[in-house]
């Protein structure tokens, strides 16, 4: 089987999974709710709400990611957290609405603008860890830094269309080289099952049209742990590898070549 009909078929199976465990009701006459196959931090799954007016979709989280994180007490009061939440949701196209995450566009965009919205919920779900001394993007920061230190040439913050249309943000890219291949960035500060079925399947979107390409995840493991079935995961697809924050320096060939 060749690289590109391998992974063909492993986008297949996503995407077949991703059907078969998203579920739609009815909420009264005009609107329905989605629950989808991703999972917050208290393992639960993300549910978004729809409702169709002519040939434009609103979609909503109905106050559910910023309220659950105040219920955790973690308020978005100061002008540093509001201004976190704000920047990933303008990242992501999103507006907040009476402390709902909504966004409207046409039925051609849904699957774009739907996409959109769970990655935004996530990432804001995500902002809880802000609470911790490391916050995720002062990770990220770390990442860069570390990375600058021995001269790595990258571009930050790329956004890159797959083979479904949808569009995904990495943190970074590392062009090609006489001796790597192009080298896709990502950092995941909460390294947990769900995240990684997130990149995993960002992942399996693009290699499709960047055959060449390779795709490193630095891992978070300064607060806990990294999981064996998330290394494994990695492991387990080809052109994907999983890089602990710890063991880091291991790799300054891969990057810096």
């Keep these: 089987m060749s690289t590109i009909d391998y992974f ?5 199976e996503y995407f077949e999974w991703f059907r078969n465990n998203t579920a739609i009701r009815g909420i009264g006459a005009q609107w329905v709710e989605i629950t989808t196959p991703f999972l917050d931090r ?3 799954h993300l549910q ?3 409702c169709r007016n002519g040939n434009t979709i609103t979609l909503t989280d109905d106050g559910y ?3 659950d994180l105040q219920m955790s007490g973690f308020e978005i009061d100061s002008p540093k957290r509001n201004a976190v939440l704000h920047e990933i949701l303008a990242g992501f196209g999103i507006k907040v609405v009476e402390k ?5 566009g046409s039925a051609s965009s849904f699957p774009r603008f739907k996409h959109n919205l769970i990655q935004a919920m996530l990432a804001v779900d995500d902002m809880f860890y802000m609470a911790t001394p490391h916050v995720v993007n002062i990770f990220q920061n770390q990442t860069a830094d570390w990375l600058n230190e021995f001269d790595v040439r990258f571009s930050r913050n790329v956004s890159l ?3 479904s249309g949808l569009a995904h943000k990495f943190f970074g890219l590392i062009p090609l080289s006489k001796k790597y291949p192009e080298r896709i960035l990502r950092t995941v500060y909460n390294p947990n099952p769900n995240a990684c079925r997130q990149f995993l399947f960002e992942w ?3 290699s499709e049209s960047r055959p060449k390409s ?3 995840v630095f891992l978070n493991d300064l607060e806990k742990s990294v999981q064996d079935n998330v290394l494994v995961a990695c492991q387990s697809y080809g052109g994907v590898t999983g890089i602990l924050w710890s063991q880091r320096d291991k790799h300054k060939k891969l990057l810096a070549g």
Excluded: F, P
């Design 8 to 12: 063909t078929q492993l986008s297949d």
């Design 42 to 44: 208290h393992n639960d």
């Design 48 to 50: 978004i709400y729809a």
């Design 65 to 67: 990611t910023i309220a």
């Design 100 to 104: 709902r995450l909504e966004v409207t």
């Design 161 to 163: 269309e797959g083979k």
């Design 204 to 206: 399996l979107d693009i």
């Design 214 to 216: 390779i795709l490193i």
